[in-house]
């Protein structure tokens, strides 16, 4: 995980994605896809960084904040603006992807 992601937990989640755009990750350490999904993230935080947060959530530490947003498979991403989602993946996604749903939030 690089400097530009966020690990967040049952205690500070709702607190970090309560302003602005937040793209947070749900994800597992033992997860495969997930761990094909983590540099991604890690690029799409540098490149989004003044516009947006980046986070992770592991659901083995957190499940209840998983099942609180849904998540059913991992890696989910989800996109927030002002504690709202808006937009959910499910499985890896382009940098692309997740950057153009970012700059949608925005809008």
């Known amino acids: 995980m690089s400097d530009y992601v966020k690990e967040l937990t049952d205690k500070d989640f709702d607190a970090a994605i309560s302003k602005g755009v ?3 990750d749900f994800w597992a350490p033992w997860c495969g ?3 094909m999904q983590g540099p ?4 799409v935080a540098q490149q989004t960084q ?6 992770k959530v592991n659901i083995d530490t957190a499940p209840v904040l998983a099942a609180q947003h849904g998540v059913q498979s ?6 927030f603006k002002d ?4 937009k959910q993946f499910v499985g890896v996604r382009s940098g692309e992807d997740l950057i153009n749903a970012i ?3 925005q809008n």
């Open 22 to 24: 937040t793209l947070v």
């Open 40 to 43: 991604i993230i890690d690029q």
């Open 83 to 86: 504690g709202k989602p808006l």
């Open 33 to 35: 896809p997930c761990r």
């Open 50 to 55: 003044g516009k947006a947060k980046v986070a």
């Open 103 to 105: 700059d949608q939030a």
């Open 74 to 79: 991992i890696p989910t991403m989800i996109v």
